[in-house]
């Protein structure tokens, strides 16, 4: 199956730093990423969906200012928390898709980056 | 109104039991109802997959879907300490991958004990 890799897997920043999360297709060319962040016991809750070469399309809430998101290419898309809060600490997952046409089945989700704001 | 429930559990169960999973939803535009399966601290991984109303079997999870109801069930018979983890469902309206966006549930805890 397709496989979608996040780097780091774990990070620990000062408050007020900056953090990159990088979230990469190792073996198809996804045209449309998604990032989701997911507090402890809860659901994923989308924050935004980025197609490569466009910008991102946040939802509703979500500070575009803040949580930069980079779609430069067809396997790989950044999300920079800047200047980062405690209450920024979270579980942060990406998933990939390879097109306009693909079925939801084919969402392939990264194992996570786990973000604690010190 | 949320637009997907789940009751988070936690559920526990003995090793052999049939669990019972479910979600109710309140948009009868969705289509497309998948369940996934997420390890602590992992990301989740795709269980079932469904369209529209029906059945679906493998293995020894079955999902099934009652779009009537706006209901949606897994069952997970002869389950196996493995099967501990947090089980989510999500919901989808559309097929493009842009429109297609993916609605969860909170997820329910489920850990079968040997």
């Known amino acids: 199956g397709a496989v979608v890799s996040q780097h780091p897997s774990r990070v620990i920043c000062k408050s007020g730093t900056s953090v990159k999360i990088e979230c990469r297709s190792l073996?198809?060319?996804?045209?449309?990423m998604f990032w989701y962040r997911q507090f402890p016991k809860q659901s994923l809750m989308l924050m935004a969906t980025?197609?490569?070469?466009?910008?991102?399309?946040?939802e509703q809430g979500v500070e575009k200012d803040k949580f930069l998101i980079n779609h430069a290419s067809l396997t790989l898309s950044t999300l920079t928390v800047t200047s980062a809060h405690p209450e920024d600490s979270s579980f942060y997952i990406c998933?990939?898709?390879?097109?306009?046409?693909?079925?939801?089945?084919?969402?392939?989700f990264g194992p996570g980056t786990r973000l604690t704001v010190l | 109104q949320k637009e997907v429930e789940q009751d988070p559990g936690p559920l526990s169960v003995p090793e052999g039991a049939i669990v019972s999973l479910n979600c109710t939803y309140s948009?009868?535009?969705?289509?497309?109802f998948m369940w996934y399966r997420q390890y602590s601290r992992k990301g989740p991984e795709l269980l079932m997959y469904?369209?529209?109303?029906g059945n679906k079997e493998d293995g020894r999870f079955t999902a099934q879907v009652d779009k009537s109801s706006k209901y949606i069930s897994l069952f997970i018979r002869d389950s196996q300490p493995s099967d501990s983890a947090t089980y989510l469902c999500?919901?989808?309206?559309?097929?493009?991958?842009?429109?297609?966006?993916?609605?969860f549930g909170r997820g329910t805890q489920l850990t079968v004990w040997p």
């Open positions: 980025s197609n490569e070469g466009s910008k991102a399309t946040y």
């Open positions: 469904t369209y529209s109303s």
């Open positions: 999500a919901m989808s309206a559309n097929r493009g991958s842009t429109l297609g966006r993916l609605y």
């Open positions: 998933s990939a898709t390879e097109g306009l046409a693909s079925s939801p089945d084919t969402q392939y």
């Open positions: 948009n009868s535009a969705f289509q497309y």
């Open positions: 073996d198809f060319q996804a045209t449309t």
